[in-house]
C-alpha cells in the first residue's frame, strides 16, 4: 500500500496541474521501496491510467540498464517511474525522459544539463579535462503481450544529494546540490520533470516525432562529433557520432560507412 505523498512534493504538484495534464494526476508514494519500475508494472498491470507516477524516497533494488545498480539511497536522489500507455510514443520515451530531466531540473533549479546518447543525463562539458558526469539516468521497460504493447514503464533517477551514490562512482557521478553549491527542494524538481515529459508527449501522441527530435539534439552537443567506441553484435567499433536518425538510433561514421546503433554500450572516448 503506498503511503501520503509528503507535502512538499503536494506542494509543488498542485503548483503545476494545468501544465502536468494527466502525467502525474495519480501519484503513489513509498517512503521505500524494491524498484519503483516494479511497483509501476505492478499498477499497470492491474489497469492503472497512463500518466500514474509511482515515487520512492529509497530503493532497495533500483537497477540500470543491462541488470545494472542504480544506487537509491534514502534522502538523495528523486526514484520515480511513470506508467505510459501511448503506442506512438513508445520507441521515444528515453529520448523523451532525457530532455524531460534537462528541460525540468533547469526549470526547478537554473541548473544546465545535456543529454549522452542514450539515456544518461550529465554535467555540462567544459574546457577542462574532466568528463562529464552523471546526475540522472533513464530506463524505459516495455511490457507486451499477444495484443501488442501493453504499456512502457519510464524509470527515472535523479541524484539531488552527493550521498546519492557511492565512491566507486565519485569521479564519473555528480549531484545537483554538488553542482549549485547549494540545498535544493526535491518537489520542485519532480513537478517541473513531470511537467516538461508532458509538454513533450504531447506531439508524440498526434505521430510528431520532430519536436522531440530537435530538442533532443539541442541538448545532446556530444551525439555529434565525439569519437566513440561501440559495442554490436557484429563486434567493436571505433568511430566518430553523427548524430542520431529520425528513429531515434546513433549514428557513427568509420572511415567512409555510417553504422546505426540501436541500443547497448557506446564508450564516449573524447569529450566535445
Ligand atoms: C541508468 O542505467 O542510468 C538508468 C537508471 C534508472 C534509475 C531509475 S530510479 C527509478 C527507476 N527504478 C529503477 O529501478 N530504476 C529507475 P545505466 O545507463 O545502466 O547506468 C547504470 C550505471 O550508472 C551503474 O552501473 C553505475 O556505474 C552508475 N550509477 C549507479 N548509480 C548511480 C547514481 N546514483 N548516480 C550516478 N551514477 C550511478
Redesign the pocket.
Known amino acids: 500500500m503506498s503511503e501520503r505523498l509528503p507535502a512538499e512534493f503536494a506542494a509543488a504538484l498542485a503548483a503545476t496541474d494545468a501544465r502536468r495534464r494527466h502525467i502525474g494526476a495519480k501519484v503513489h508514494y513509498f517512503s521505500e521501496t524494491s ?3 516494479d511497483v509501476a508494472g505492478r499498477y499497470a498491470d492491474a489497469g492503472a491510467a497512463e500518466g500514474t507516477v509511482v515515487i520512492a524516497s529509497a ?1 532497495t ?6 541488470g ?5 539511497p534514502p534522502g538523495a ?1 528523486l ?3 511513470i506508467v505510459l500507455r501511448d503506442r506512438s510514443a513508445a520507441p521515444f520515451l528515453t529520448l523523451a525522459g532525457g530532455v524531460a530531466v534537462v528541460e525540468g531540473v533547469r526549470a526547478a533549479t537554473g541548473l544546465p544539463l545535456e543529454i549522452k546518447w542514450p ?2 543525463v550529465v554535467t555540462r562539458s567544459t574546457n577542462g579535462p574532466a568528463p562529464r558526469r ?1 546526475i540522472a ?3 524505459a521497460e516495455a511490457s507486451s503481450t499477444a495484443e501488442g504493447l501493453q504499456h512502457v514503464i519510464l ?3 535523479i ?1 539531488l544529494s552527493p550521498a ?2 557511492p565512491p566507486d ?1 565519485a569521479n ?2 555528480s549531484s545537483i546540490e554538488a553542482e549549485l553549491g547549494r540545498a535544493v527542494d526535491a518537489g520542485p524538481v519532480l513537478a517541473e520533470v513531470l511537467a516538461a515529459l508532458s509538454v513533450e508527449l504531447e506531439p508524440l501522441a498526434r505521430g510528431e516525432s520532430s519536436p522531440l527530435l530537435t530538442r533532443w539534439r539541442a541538448l545532446a552537443p556530444s551525439a555529434s562529433g565525439t569519437s566513440v567506441e561501440c559495442e554490436t553484435p557484429g563486434g567493436r567499433l571505433n568511430g566518430v557520432a553523427a548524430g542520431i536518425d529520425e528513429s531515434g538510433a546513433l549514428l557513427v561514421r568509420v572511415g567512409s560507412r555510417t553504422e546505426r546503433i540501436i541500443s547497448g554500450e557506446v564508450v564516449w572516448k573524447q569529450a566535445k
Open positions: 524498484s519503483t519500475n530503493q533494488s533500483g537497477r540500470g540498464r543491462l545494472r545498480t542504480w544506487y537509491s536522489g526514484y520515480l517511474s539515456n544518461d552523471k539516468g533513464v530506463l524509470g527515472i533517477g541524484n546519492a551514490y562512482v564519473r557521478a
